[in-house]
């Protein structure tokens, strides 16, 4: 994708924002809206511009993003707050920095936020993961070097982020479908550019919130390509090969809410009838009664599920390559329940073009997408917090060579396989292949 040209900004003035500005950031308007919307659909924020000629939409969006211009050293987070904004560089750079582990039980920072509570950092957490730090989002498809960067005392650059990538792509969708479970950043990112400082374009997750609402064939698109692959390979980790006993699957929870416009795709099943969710291409939305999850009568072998709630919702955003005909085998099964009125339940399913022709189901098709992400981030956030992160290799590339310095870490295959070579006197010998769940 050619991205066009950085937008061009001015000084906001105090007809464009409200008041309320620090000495260390400027705010800003792009200076060509139709610009910055194309510029935007280059980015990882492009899900919510796909059609810059809209101009409802561009405006839409320009009026919910932040456009910020930090002085070199700025913070642009503090060490502590809140991971519920997307921050995304549109030139400068920015570094994370993590405290030396020393210094990691007296963190007296001039720029800490003040009487928030001391985010509670696992060792585990304390690698030098990218993902883990800056905030569930980024691929390690690179490696990473602060060799160069400014160090202090008592802290320790261990990224360093450069225009168009982002942090918190993951941790501002999943503010966005849970305000109840948002954490607490434990490093402190900071403007890292000698030059100019450093701009960017920030969306925090309310303003999310409301832009998937109008739009969730966006959000559905964002899902599918970026928070279904890091939670696939979160969960592989954590069940497969770490072993963790993380929450399942089978479905996600709603919030108590008005879901009559879902009604007309929505069918009833008599009690103790089994139900098979054998199409990939449709959400499932349990409306009425409950369902045990298993496709048995003995509730000890199953889990009961209180509508409303989506059903097998991760299958339904999985976008692994795997044939229709694969997935429908593995379809989930669930048997309606003996309610208190013995009148079965009523089950929703919704096309997945839907979501992008129906306008009068925009708002419940959102809260169900973000129902979904919501059950993803127990699995994400177990993966990041034990220091892990994903590491993206095409076909051919090396991932160590002979000579290299050994790495304090190893890798766990998690698709594909790895090819382990060893060189003896000029002759190459193949030691092995490593698959999925393998270590190298």
């Known amino acids: 994708l050619i991205v066009p040209q950085t937008p061009s900004f001015r000084r906001a003035s105090s007809t464009d924002y409200r008041q309320g500005t620090q000495e260390s950031r400027t705010k800003l308007v792009p200076a060509d809206a139709a610009r910055a919307a194309r510029w935007l659909a280059g980015t990882p924020l492009g899900f919510l511009v796909d059609d810059p000629s809209d ?8 009026e919910r993003v932040r456009w910020r211009r930090y002085r070199p050293g700025a913070t642009v987070q503090a060490r502590g707050a809140l991971r519920d904004t997307l921050i995304l560089v549109v030139s400068g750079s920015l570094a994370i920095k993590a405290l030396r582990e020393d210094d990691e039980e007296s963190d007296d920072e001039e720029d800490h936020l003040e009487n928030v509570e001391r985010p509670t950092v696992q ?3 304390r690698s030098q993961s990218l993902s883990t730090a800056v905030g569930l989002d980024l691929d390690d498809d690179r490696t990473v070097s602060s060799r160069h960067a400014e160090q202090s005392p008592r802290e320790k650059v261990v990224a360093t982020l450069g225009p168009l990538e982002a942090l918190g792509k993951f941790s501002v969708v999943a503010a966005a479908a849970s305000d109840q479970d948002v954490s607490s950043s434990p490093h402190r990112v900071v403007s890292h550019s000698t030059e100019g400082g450093t701009i960017t374009c920030e969306l925090d997750a309310a303003s999310l919130r409301d832009l998937a609402t ?4 966006a959000l559905l698109s964002y899902a599918r390509r970026t928070l279904s692959r890091l939670h696939r390979v979160a969960r592989f980790a954590n069940r497969e090969f770490l072993r963790m006993n993380t929450c399942g699957d089978s479905a996600a929870s709603l919030s108590q809410d008005d879901y009559s416009s879902l009604k007309p795709f929505a069918s009833r099943h008599a009690p103790s009838t089994i139900i098979k969710l054998d199409d990939p291409r449709k959400l499932y939305v349990l409306l009425e009664g409950s369902v045990l999850v298993g496709g048995s009568l003995d509730e000890s072998r199953t889990r009961r599920v ?4 989506v059903l097998d919702g991760f299958r339904f ?6 044939s229709t005909t694969e997935r429908l085998r593995k379809a989930l099964q669930v048997m309606a329940s003996n309610g208190p009125d013995d009148h079965g339940v009523v089950l929703a399913k919704i096309p997945e073009g839907a979501f992008r022709t129906n306008l009068s189901i925009a708002a419940n098709a959102s809260k169900c997408l973000l129902g979904v992400v919501a059950a993803m981030a127990p699995d994400v956030r177990a993966f990041t ?7 993206w290799l095409h076909a051919g590339v090396k991932l160590m060579s002979r000579g290299d310095l050994a790495p304090d870490h190893f890798y766990v295959v998690v698709t594909g396989r790895v090819r382990v070579l060893r060189y003896d006197e000029d002759l190459i010998e193949e030691v092995e292949d490593v698959s999925r769940g393998g270590v190298v």
């Open 214 to 217: 109008e739009r969730p064939a």
């Open 306 to 309: 209180t509508a409303p709630a």
């Open 385 to 391: 917090d034990a220091g892990l992160s994903r590491r």
């Open 55 to 62: 101009e409802a939409l561009r405006d839409a969006v320009l």
């Open 317 to 322: 955003l999985d976008d692994d390559g795997r």
């Open 123 to 125: 060792r585990a957490a």
